[in-house]
């Protein structure tokens, strides 16, 4: 039985949404990308954006080799939701915020070409981490687009997402800039959600041994000829 292939036209590439490379270089550094891509996810899931990590971002229309994947990439003002990967000229607008999660065996690729490619390209933001402090002793480090090139953040505030960022360990914190709220990471919303499911159990608990003793207090004053209603 022959299987017949979607036709292709020759002259449209093929643009591949992976290449076999692993995630991340370390574990600390998959751990950092995962809890940055759901917070901000999070954060964004009533906004017109959608927040893609370790995706092909392809920024130049049949030319698939010219790619690159970008750890966590924040774009607005496009429709929400996952990709396989993503193409400018499809969907129109240029990653507004990137983070690369990054060490010293990335250096080179992170403060050369990517840092170029993304000043070219129009981002307005671009952080890195070092969950290790293997080459930036503060570990977080930003840039931040001042017309045709980056300059250094120095407030450590990210304009685009509206949030102070803050090193956490080995993770960034992401603090609100209008309520100082912190956005929680999903061990902390676990924790926070068994608080306040433990204090609401605890209501009404205190809430039926309430009723129970005003049960009491009714038929014993019943007992005495009283009328609890007249009280």
């Known amino acids: 039985m022959t299987t017949l292939l979607p036709h292709r036209p020759p002259t449209e590439p093929f643009y591949p949404t992976g290449d076999g490379e692993p995630v991340a270089e370390t574990y600390d ?33 049949g030319f698939p080799r010219l ?12 429709p929400p939701g996952g990709r396989d990967n993503y193409k400018i000229w499809e969907e129109g607008q240029v990653p507004a915020v990137i983070f690369e999660m990054t060490s010293k065996g990335t250096r080179q690729q992170d403060e050369g070409f990517k840092k170029t490619l993304y000043e070219q390209l129009g981002v307005q933001e671009y952080w890195q981490f070092d969950p290790k402090g293997e080459w930036i002793p503060e570990q977080l480090r930003g840039y931040r687009l001042r017309g045709e090139t980056y300059e250094l953040i120095t407030d450590a505030q990210s304009q685009p997402l509206q949030l102070r960022l ?3 360990g080995k993770l960034i914190a992401f603090y609100r800039l209008d309520t ?7 061990d902390e919303l676990a924790t926070a959600l068994a608080q306040q499911t433990a204090a609401l159990q605890q209501a009404e608990t205190q809430t039926e041994q309430e009723r129970q003793r005003a049960e009491r207090l009714a038929a014993r004053l019943r007992e005495l000829g009283e009328d609890p209603e007249g009280l």
């Open 166 to 168: 803050a090193v956490d």
């Open 67 to 78: 790619r690159t994947a970008p750890d966590v990439m924040v774009i607005f003002d496009v």
């Open 180 to 186: 100082g709220e912190k956005l929680l990471i999903p």
């Open 29 to 61: 550094h998959f751990y950092v990308l995962a809890i940055v891509l759901e917070v901000l996810r999070q954060f964004l899931v009533d906004r017109q954006a959608t927040v893609l990590g370790n995706q092909f971002l392809y920024y130049a229309q």
